[in-house]
């Protein structure tokens, strides 16, 4: 190795340089237009931080004043007699969280199938399937929030609402990218065998797809559980609820045990989430065949 690397020469590299160029440099026009790009991306970002105030002695004034006064005023926590009215209200976010997820898968399962490509023949069908997701999904969580609010009322059932609408559009489009990612062999071999359109969904697209919609669905009810929290403040219910009416009475040491039991519980559904997400996954990598060559 070290003799056949000793007998290459500076013309022999400087001939290799001739015949392939593009393995040792890329092309001035190339890297003049990386140049570009990354020159243009600096300057956007400058000139974003600097419209904005970040580089502006009042931006770090302002955050000194903060660190200063207002986290200054949240600690120590205060208001452990009402410990069990937090943990309830954290529960109600919570239900609220499960109950708009659950409703939003269920509504988004059947109709993925008609977004997806090789699902659905019907063209029009499919965009239009699409772009009602889209539709669902374009406003925040807040918007919808406040149009259940003045439809329906204050209480958890406006939190519960705007949820499962946002997550059926959420869940319509991580469904339909599932199932048209999924492997056309075990379908075909169904088909091969008799099997009618139903049997096609149960035995070849499902068993595939079914992980990954699972796990979708544990991470975006741990997402949930964070919008949920937030619901409150526009009269949704949840725990948020109360958070807003601490801050809005200068209560800062309360609404500092408030956020506390929120981090809490959101860490917990985070923990618990990641456990049944890999539990999910290695079950469906157990059923997998085992490759022949590993068998051998």
Same mark, same amino acid.
């Given at each position: 190795?070290? +003799? ?7 013309? &022999? =590299? !400087? ?6 160029? $593009?393995? /040792? ?52 926590? $205060?208001?452990?007699? %009402?410990?069990?009215?937090? *943990? ?8 609220? *969280? ?9 509504? !988004? ?13 019907? $063209? ?27 439809? @329906?009322?204050?209480?958890?059932? +406006?939190? @519960?609402? !705007?949820?499962? @609408? ?11 990218? +599932?199932?048209?990612?999924? &492997?056309?062999? %075990? ?5 091969? !065998? ?24 544990? /991470? ?12 409150? @403040? ?15 009475? /200068? ?6 045990? =408030? =956020? ?6 959101? /860490? ?24 022949? *060559?590993? %068998?051998?």
């Amino acid at each position: 190795m070290n +003799a056949q690397s000793n007998s290459i020469t500076d013309a &022999d =590299i !400087a001939a290799e340089r001739e015949r392939f160029p $593009r393995l /040792y440099s890329a092309p001035g026009a190339e890297r003049l237009r990386e140049w570009l790009m990354w020159g243009g991306a600096t300057a956007l970002t400058v000139y974003c931080l600097y419209r904005f105030g970040f580089l502006t002695p009042d931006f770090f004034h302002g955050v000194s004043k903060f660190v200063a006064t207002v986290v200054a005023q949240l600690f120590p926590p $205060r208001g452990f007699e %009402q410990l069990p009215l937090f *943990a309830k209200v954290m529960g109600e976010t919570i239900a609220m *969280a499960f109950l708009g997820t659950l409703m939003g898968a269920a509504l !988004a399962f059947p109709l993925s199938f008609f977004a997806a490509k090789n699902m659905t023949r019907a $063209r029009p069908l499919q965009f239009g399937t699409r772009r009602f997701a889209d539709l669902l999904r374009s406003f925040d969580y807040l918007i919808w929030a406040l149009i259940f609010v003045r439809a @329906i009322g204050l209480g958890p059932l +406006a939190g @519960i609402m !705007a949820i499962a @609408i946002v997550e059926t559009g959420t869940f319509i489009k991580l469904y339909s990218e +599932a199932i048209e990612n999924l &492997d056309r062999k %075990q379908i075909d071999g169904i088909v091969a !065998a008799g099997g009618n359109g139903l049997q096609r969904i149960c035995f070849g697209v499902l068993p595939q797809v079914m992980p990954m919609m699972l796990s979708n669905t544990l /991470y975006m009810f741990e997402h949930n559980v964070r919008s949920a929290s937030i619901l409150g @403040i526009v009269g949704a219910g949840g725990i948020g609820f109360l958070l807003a009416d601490r801050l809005r009475a /200068y209560e800062l040491q309360e609404a500092c045990l =408030i =956020i506390i039991v929120l981090i809490v519980a959101v /860490y917990a559904i985070d923990y618990l989430s990641k456990v049944l997400r890999e539990r999910l996954i290695g079950d469906q990598r157990r059923r997998e065949p085992v490759d022949d *060559a590993v %068998q051998v």
